[in-house]
């Protein structure tokens, strides 16, 4: 299988890149990774100490989309737009890492561990879209509670680290933090990626916010669990804040369903799903906090759920915790377990 990582030195270009070298898919052929023409012919492979065969970095405007048998793009929606049909015309199944397709209709919205059977049949213009990183955590952890009721709403506050604005996010929480310890007024911080100086701060605002005043990132939180979960009238309100975290994004969810539920059964539920960590209630249990969990090559490969308790005004409403490594589980582990569903199906 020839690969073509399309955004290959951002944050999640970087990361399929070295779950590639990890082994995630069998039978990897060529690795194409594509970026600007600025990093044309880059060694990524020895930048990030890989083992895995992987090609000299290719210009975007000098990629050949003939012979590669999946792209995975991670370049921002308007490269997607332009450049994922042009693939996906070529023969590639395009996995998509943009808002460009997601709400499309003749494209599927996928989380394996959720909706699988999306990808029985080839998608029809050959392009999955890879949900929105906090989506993915938050369906994953909702995914299961559907065994002991009927979701009827729910109610979330994401707390989104810096690495969800890329390379520039990071770089901007760092400049902004040694600013600051170092003295600087913060208002002198120049407004860059995130709008507002990070450090020591949270920034109530994750891509602008419409005329209703609800942002970019909250309408995601709202309509992607809704196309994944298969439930349209799914009630969601969602409030996204960028908090002075490197890595790992967090939710606060309040779930209600149509009758009463117990934390134990919710426990239970989630404790016999595959690919979570879950977290009891007793104080030795503890829960769940970002930099533990993007810490360790294996956590962060999981979505952690903790914090599972009773509303106590509301005996059919829960509250969860739910924390997962924004680059891994939010963006290039979910592509590439994209990947690696279709790779079993006859028509890849
Ligand atoms: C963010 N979910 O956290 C958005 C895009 N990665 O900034």
């Known amino acids: 299988m020839d690969i073509a990582v399309i955004g290959a030195t951002g944050v999640v270009g970087r990361e399929c890149l070295a779950l590639l070298d990890g082994g995630i898919l069998p039978d990897v052929g060529r ?13 990524l492979g020895a930048e990030q100490g890989l083992d895995l065969k992987i090609e000299p970095v290719v210009a975007l405007e000098d990629v050949d989309p003939a012979g590669v048998d999946v792209a995975i793009f991670s370049a921002g929606a308007p490269i997607s737009t332009r450049l994922a049909p042009v693939f996906a015309a070529a023969g590639a199944l ?38 929105n990183c906090s989506t993915i955590q938050l369906v994953r952890a909702l995914h299961p509670l559907r065994a002991i009721g009927e979701i009827d709403r729910v109610i979330v506050s994401s707390y989104q ?15 902004t933090t040694r600013a ?19 450090a020591f701060n949270l920034i109530p605002e994750i891509g602008l916010r419409d005329a209703d005043g609800h942002s970019h990132e909250e309408r995601k939180l709202r309509r992607e669990p809704r196309k994944i979960l298969g439930m349209p009238g799914l009630r969601v309100a969602a409030t996204a804040v960028r908090v002075a975290v490197v890595n790992g994004h967090s939710e606060a969810v309040h779930v209600s369903f149509t009758a009463p539920v117990s934390p134990d059964d919710a426990l239970a539920a989630l404790r016999d799903t595959p690919g979570l960590r879950v977290y009891g209630n007793d104080p030795a249990d503890g829960y769940p906090m970002p930099q533990p969990v993007c810490a360790s090559p294996t956590e962060r490969r999981l979505v952690h759920v903790g914090r599972v308790r009773a509303d106590e005004d509301d005996p059919c409403a829960l509250w969860l915790w739910v924390v997962a490594d924004n680059l891994t589980v939010g963006a290039a582990l979910n592509a590439l377990e994209i990947v690696s569903l279709a790779a079993g199906k006859s028509w890849l």
Do not use: C, T, W, Y
């Open 180 to 198: 600051l310890l170092d003295g600087a007024d913060p208002a002198a911080a120049r407004p860059g990626k995130f709008g507002q100086p990070l």
């Open 94 to 131: 395009v996995v998509d890492n943009s808002s460009a397709f997601r709400m499309d209709d003749d494209v599927p919205l996928v989380v394996p561990q959720v909706n699988p059977q999306m990808l029985e049949a080839r998608p029809a213009r050959g392009i999955v879209a890879n949900p």
């Open 161 to 175: 680290s810096a690495s969800g604005g890329g390379l520039r996010g990071l770089e901007e929480l760092a400049d």
């Open 31 to 43: 690795v194409v990774p594509v970026a600007s023409a600025a990093s044309a012919g880059r060694d």
